[in-house]
Each structure stands twice: as C-alpha cells, then as structure tokens.
C-alpha cells in the first residue's frame, strides 16, 4: 500500500455550540423521516444538544494553519453519526475552503470503520496518481432527534489529516496497510499476518482506542485513547502526537473495534518500509 504520511493535522474537542436556529425546519426533516417507520422526534433530546452543525466542525478545522493551507486532490469527510441539520453538503464546502480543486464525497453508516474505509481509497488514489495530497476529515456531533446506544458518552469532536507522499527513506511514517477484521478480538487482529511478529518491536507504537477493552499482551509501547469519542478517537489522537510518534517510533500502529458490529480496524503508519 502507498506510503501517505502524515503532513498537518487538527483536532477538535466539544467546541461552542450554537443556537439552534434551523430547529424548525430541522423538525420537519426528522417527522418526514420518522414517521414512515412509526418514530417520531424527540423534541427534549434535540433541545439538550449543542447543536454543532457538521459544517461548524469542518470550518475549526479549516482554522488550523497546516490544514488551511494544504491544496488537496482528494477530500474524504467521514462519520458515524448524521449531522444534526441535513441541508449542507460538507465534502464540498471543505473543498471550497480549500482551494477548491478537490475531487470530493463523504463516507458514513459504516461506523467507526469509515475513516478506515478512506485511508484504502485515499492510498488508491494517490497510487494511481490521481492524488499526491489527500484531505481526510473525521466529523462527529452528537445532537440527534433520537436516542443513540452510544451518544450519552461522547462529545463534539473532528480530526483532519493533510495527507502526502512519503518516500522509502522519509523520516515520516507512511500508510503501509489498512485492514478489517469480521471476527475476533482485537488481540486476534493484532496478531495476524507480519504485523503480530512486529509488535514486539521496540520501534512499534501501538494505539488503541477506547472501544478496545481487552486486555492485550505487553509485547510493545502502547497508548490508550481516553474515552468521550466514537468514530473520531484514534484520529483525534493521531492528530495531537503525529510529530512527536513519528520522530519516535518506526510503526504506528492503530486499533479500535466497533462496539456496535464487534468488527476490529487495523491500519499501519511505518518509516523506512516497502
């Protein structure tokens, strides 16, 4: 797999919310939706929310200077979670804010796999030489018309990667593979394949996020996301330390299992590889 490494990032955590103006029309929306299904919305949950559009988390992260800078090819927005008010397309407006050359699409109802889903196409694009710098953006609000399983335990928050190529002696750590796991723990995919013969490297960071709580053998330098985040757990760490994990390790790996499907996501950041 091509070697994008990482070239700027952002990260949003639970930013001001908004008066929710669009609230009307918004109720209408959900009652058309809802009703052909016997649901209706709930007005009280809606009313809690902070109502942080999808749109409002792509502009914070467009704020960041190595983010608003970057030209991209490509732009991929992912979630897991629907924006609260439905009326933006938002891969097109970060393109827009970005230079607008982008080819552009959103991911989404995959869950916490979607990001993932977009490094695997992203890393297609830029080997068919159809993207030498990518944009990949991870939103997620949590102001929803109905209850969610996992809602009350997160908050607003949106990663960004700037992403480029990496080349065989780059002191940064390229994209080297993404994979899904249908079955199986997380230690299980962890321990398949060359990747579970690496672990134990002392060169090898591995990057867990909160939704994976076994317990794993001791074989490598491991850092725990904190918990309070959905789809954009590992990116939002990633985004914090990718200078630091880069000068320090030689792989990155970073591991979550959706709780909902129970599927574990591998995907592989190493210096210096094929």
Known sequence: MSGLAVRAAAAVRSPQGR???DRPAALDYYRDLLTPFGEKPDEELLNRGAHVHHR???DLLVA???VGRSRPELLIVTHALPDVVPFT????HLTDRLG???ANFAIAQQGLAAPFTALRIASAYHRAGRAAEVVLAVLEQTTLPTPFPLAAELIDSAAALVLGASGEADADAGLRFVRAYSAGSA???LG???LGSDLGDDGTLLVLGPWVTEDLPERSVVHRVAPGSYCTSLWLALADHWQEWSETYRRVVLCDTDPRSGRSHVALFARGEG
């Open 19 to 21: 008066a929710p103006g």
């Open 56 to 58: 409002d988390l792509a």
């Open 64 to 66: 960041d200077e190595g």
């Open 89 to 92: 397309a938002v891969a097109p």
């Open 100 to 102: 607008g050359g982008a």
């Open 187 to 189: 230690a299980d995919a």
């Open 192 to 194: 398949e394949g060359a």
